[in-house]
């Protein structure tokens, strides 16, 4: 990407000052998804008012980046970022978490752009991050949360990568392959993400695997996951092979010392999932534009109850992964 900048601004519906989500930028990679993307952006931006849309465009055939160009054009809110060429998932997202922490934002949402993730989760998926989570995971494997409209072979690796990466690296999140993510900004700038791998599956594992080391508190909000609006998938076998043996491999290191750097987060620091409708216990802090600091929101967790957000028992598991 070295050297795109983002969209021109041209200021025709600007935010209100001092809107909710002022400080909130959403990270929406797209390859080939003109037909997702002018739907998904309004969606976007209705649900989070005040917040910044950062499109990373990997130079869509289907134009997809010229579209983008053009709401930009009519929406202050709009930003794209155009790289040259198709690089995967995970390079698109960390050029947009540059960009965005480089603008000053203090929440990163990132999701997809195929409706898969549904817009309407957004508030819910930023919130915790106004108390005490660090990375908020929107999770298909939670009490609440799963899949519609996917056959029993994407379930069965999407649940199965999961649970994998769970087990071989000690983590406590149940959704480790999902890409509906929000992230603190200081949880980003703590993460090494000069060796991240690319892949769209390894990306989603390695970024949660490397915010634990830094000692991120992880939630997780339940969310239904739909199969793609329209368009086409880019998963391939190759995707799915290269995360398991990343897994591997991060355990390895982390068994031979390497990136050690990181303190590992104590296993109770962690925060199963955080209930969509509990009453807020303390006031949230006024909204604002500038980074969240840790002391704002350095409450204790009287939202985290694990018991609403408890895993899938066994019947559950079944009937979702098959
Ligand atoms: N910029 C960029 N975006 C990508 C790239 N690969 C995938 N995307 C986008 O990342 C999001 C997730 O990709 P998908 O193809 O939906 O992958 P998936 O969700 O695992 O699979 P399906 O939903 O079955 O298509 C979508 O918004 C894609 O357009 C890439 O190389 N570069
Ligand atoms: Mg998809």
Redo the contacts with the bound molecule.
């Keep these: 990407m070295a050297g795109a900048e983002p969209g021109r601004l041209h200021a025709m519906t600007s935010p209100q000052p001092g809107t909710a989500y002022d400080d909130t930028w959403v990270v929406?990679?797209?390859?080939?998804?003109a037909e997702?993307l002018p739907g998904i952006a309004a969606a976007i931006l209705e649900r989070l008012p005040g917040a910044t849309l950062l499109v990373?465009?990997?130079a869509s055939p289907d134009g997809t980046g010229v579209l983008a160009d053009s709401l930009a054009a009519a929406d202050a809110r709009v930003r794209v970022l155009h790289?040259p060429g198709?690089?995967?998932?995970g390079?698109?997202y960390l050029d947009g978490f540059r960009v965005a922490l480089a603008a000053g934002a203090g929440r990163i949402v990132q999701m997809?752009?195929?409706w898969?993730h549904d817009p309407s989760y957004l508030p819910a998926l930023v919130e915790p991050l106004r108390r005490d989570a660090n990375l908020v995971i929107g999770s298909r494997y939670v009490r609440g949360g799963g899949v519609t409209e996917w056959g029993i072979g994407?379930r069965v690796i999407s649940r199965g990568g999961s649970t994998f990466a769970r087990l071989v690296l000690g983590l406590p999140a149940h959704d480790l392959t999902g890409?509906f993510k929000a992230w603190r900004r200081e949880t980003l700038e703590a993460i090494p993400r000069d060796g991240v791998h690319a892949g769209?599956?390894v990306f989603q594992i390695e970024m949660t695997y490397l915010a634990r080391q830094a000692g991120a508190r992880v939630v997780e909000i339940p969310i239904v996951f739909r199969?793609?609006r329209a368009?086409?998938?880019?998963?391939s076998r190759r995707?799915v092979v290269e995360a398991l043996l990343v897994v591997l491999r991060l355990r390895w290191e982390a068994l031979r010392g390497g990136r050690a750097s990181h303190r590992r987060a104590p296993a109770d620091d962690v925060a199963r999932s955080t209930p969509l409708a509990a009453p807020a216990a303390t006031p949230l802090p006024a909204p604002t534009a500038a980074p969240l600091d840790l002391a704002d929101v350095a409450a204790p967790a009287p939202l985290l109850d694990p018991i609403d957000a408890a895993p899938l028992g066994p019947a559950d598991a079944g009937e979702r992964s098959g």
């Design positions: 929406l990679p797209t390859y080939n998804e997702n990373v465009d990997d790289r198709k690089q995967g998932l390079r698109a997809d752009a195929d898969s994407r890409g769209g599956y199969d793609r368009g086409v998938s880019k998963m995707i």
